[in-house]
């Protein structure tokens, strides 16, 4: 059973940055294909990037050029980091996870992935 571990969160002003970082028990980060999404109140979750096992990456447009994803399979961590972050980024972060080492369809649909984190709070204010 693999397990996905949040942390990394908190509260930061406009145009800061912020690194989350997701854990990973259970089986070995590089055999599968990871992803970041972010749900705000009242709206579905959303992709924000996705990674497949061989590093090849899908950013949301929203994000591309400020977040990026990274892992460090000595220990078994998924990173996201976050730069120039604007209020439209608060919402919670969540850890995503596929067995599968790439996923053919689109890496930023929920539904690609069966483990997730419990996520983590991240609040930019203006």
């Known amino acids: 059973l693999v397990q996905l571990v949040e942390s990394g969160g908190g509260s930061v002003q406009a145009g800061g940055s912020l690194r989350l970082s997701c854990a990973v028990y259970?089986?070995?980060?590089?055999?599968?294909?990871m992803g970041w999404f972010r749900q705000s109140p009242g709206m579905q979750r959303e992709g924000v990037v996705g990674m497949d096992s061989d590093g090849t990456t899908t950013y949301a447009d929203s994000v591309k050029g400020r977040f990026t994803i990274s892992q460090d399979n000595a220990k078994n961590t998924l990173y996201l980091q976050m730069n120039s972050l604007k209020p439209e980024d608060t919402a919670m972060y969540y850890c995503?996870?596929?067995?599968?080492?790439?996923?053919?369809?689109?890496?930023?649909?929920?539904?690609?992935?069966?483990?997730w984190g419990q996520g983590t709070q991240v609040t930019v204010s203006s």
């Open positions: 259970g089986d070995a980060l590089g055999t599968y294909s």
């Open positions: 995503a996870a596929d067995f599968r080492p790439k996923i053919r369809g689109n890496p930023l649909l929920r539904y690609e992935y069966n483990y």
